[in-house]
């Protein structure tokens, strides 16, 4: 993968993460207390969209943006650290929202996107193999 396509997936894949730990249901409220503290009381009545549609995109995106960034490095549990998140999150919303523990598990997967976002962060991945050496 090149250069210029590989720092691209990176940085999508680090504001995706950021998207969906904004959206989250915790974060909305803080967020929204101090949103109304400064006057922006009335984005009250989008927490439906940001929660029904937004916080799925974003965590779509942060599984595509981690399959393009494995493609460049190779590292089977960055992979694995990065599509179990937004997994959790999508199987929350969708398949277990009236189980009494999907609610731990959104959270866990939101808390798990923070660490995975600060780990890519502290400790960048670096490719493993080179691409042109594994065609051969």
Not at 37 to 46: D, H, N, T, V, W
């Amino acid at each position: 993968m090149s250069k210029t396509l590989q720092q691209p997936a990176g940085a999508v894949q680090k504001v995706s993460y950021l998207g969906a730990i904004v959206g989250c249901a915790s974060c909305f409220l803080l967020l929204g207390t101090m949103g109304a503290a400064i006057g922006l009381g009335f984005l009250g009545q989008f927490e439906g969209i940001l929660i029904n549609k937004l916080l799925p995109a974003f965590a779509g995106i942060a599984m595509l943006s981690t399959i393009a960034a494995w493609l460049s490095h190779r590292k089977n549990f960055r992979l694995l650290a990065g599509l179990a998140e937004p997994s959790m999150i999508l199987a929350t919303l969708y398949l277990f929202w009236t189980d009494n523990w999907s609610t731990y598990m959104f959270y866990l997967g939101l808390i798990l996107m923070l660490v995975v976002a600060l780990w890519d962060i502290v400790f960048p991945a670096s490719r493993q193999c080179n691409v042109s050496q594994v065609i051969k």
